[in-house]
């Protein structure tokens, strides 16, 4: 698989959302569920019910609510939605919703891009149709990474960013992959992470910290990242100014974003 290709189809997938304009008609199987499923446009994103449109997507499966959370089982799925998360995960997946799992009058909404991604399931948009949601195998894809690939994702995100809020975690990840997408640099995670062209490019190699055992976010953030959640744009670089003598990167390149203590450039 060529792993500059698939970065770019998943970044591609990550920026979709359904315009305002779509938001009268939830087509499913020929019904139109917008009214059930509570179907409503926040920030330009479609919620759905995950109970309504799960009933459509993995119709044998089971939706329980169990410590807070709601819970999915069936035939080759387990997926767990908690209000107020800023994902959700499925079968060891975790899939990004920057606006967060809403929860409303016992209800618990989710994107529906996100929820038929998580249950196979495929969504298509015209601004005649509105939303059209066809139903797929009720269960998640393969995880489109290598245990590899999370491996040395979530140690480099530990060790760059074990402070720093879950956004800045999946920037310092979105980083690593604007790396391995662009042609100056190598064509994956770990030689990524330990190229030495220009002498070694994350403290964490220099000093041993990259060998030590993830944080339990760090380990969130890097399957969120794989799965094709961004932050930083199309960063290549960050430093904490405060942190370092070497402004390199400060003096050369272009300014794109602060999170937390970190500063990305491009």
Same mark, same amino acid.
């Given at each position: 698989?060529n792993?500059k290709?698939?970065?770019?189809g998943l970044?591609?997938? !990550? !920026?979709l959302v ?5 938001a009268q008609?939830l087509?499913?199987?020929?019904k139109?569920?917008?009214d059930g499923a509570?179907?409503?446009?926040v920030d330009?994103v ?5 109970r309504?449109?799960?009933?459509? +997507?993995?119709?044998?499966? @089971?939706?329980?609510?169990?410590n ?10 387990d997926?767990?939605a908690r209000?107020g998360?800023?994902?959700l =995960?499925?079968?060891? @997946?975790?899939l990004?919703i920057?606006?967060?799992v +809403?929860a ?6 989710v ?5 038929a $991604?998580? +249950? ?8 005649e149709?509105?939303v ?6 009720? $269960? ?5 990474? =290598?245990?590899e690939d +999370? ?7 530990s060790a /760059?960013s074990?402070?720093?809020p879950?956004l ?5 990840g ?6 391995v997408a662009d042609?100056?640099?190598p ?9 030495r062209k220009?002498g ?6 220099a000093?041993g910290?990259v060998?030590?055992?993830?944080t339990? /976010?760090s380990v969130?953030? !890097? $399957? ?5 959640a961004?932050?930083?744009?199309d ?10 003598d070497n402004h390199?990167?400060m /003096?050369?390149?272009?300014?794109? =974003? =602060?999170i937390?203590?970190h500063?990305?450039y @491009?």
């Amino acid at each position: 698989m060529n792993m500059k290709r698939t970065l770019l189809g998943l970044a591609l997938t !990550a !920026a979709l959302v359904l315009p305002a304009s779509a938001a009268q008609t939830l087509s499913v199987n020929g019904k139109d569920l917008w009214d059930g499923a509570r179907a409503q446009v926040v920030d330009g994103v479609t919620y759905v019910s995950l109970r309504t449109v799960a009933g459509e +997507l993995a119709p044998r499966a @089971r939706v329980d609510w169990e410590n807070g959370e709601a819970r999915i089982r069936g035939e080759g799925v387990d997926l767990a939605a908690r209000p107020g998360d800023q994902w959700l =995960t499925v079968n060891g @997946r975790a899939l990004y919703i920057p606006g967060g799992v +809403l929860a409303e009058d016992g209800a618990v909404l989710v994107p529906v891009r996100v929820l038929a $991604k998580a +249950l196979g399931g495929q969504v298509d948009w015209s601004r005649e149709a509105g939303v059209s949601l066809t139903p797929g195998s009720g $269960k998640p894809d393969p995880a489109p990474y =290598t245990e590899e690939d +999370l491996y040395w994702m979530a140690r480099i995100i530990s060790a /760059e960013s074990r402070g720093e809020p879950l956004l800045g975690k999946l920037a310092v990840g979105t980083v690593v992959l604007n790396r391995v997408a662009d042609e100056e640099f190598p064509d994956n995670i770990h030689d990524v992470i330990f190229d030495r062209k220009w002498g070694v490019q994350f403290t964490p190699v220099a000093n041993g910290t990259v060998y030590m055992e993830p944080t339990e /976010e760090s380990v969130l953030a !890097a $399957k969120l990242v794989l799965d094709g959640a961004r932050a930083a744009g199309d960063s290549l670089y960050f430093l904490a100014p405060d942190l370092t003598d070497n402004h390199w990167v400060m /003096e050369n390149q272009s300014y794109v =974003t =602060t999170i937390g203590c970190h500063w990305f450039y @491009r």
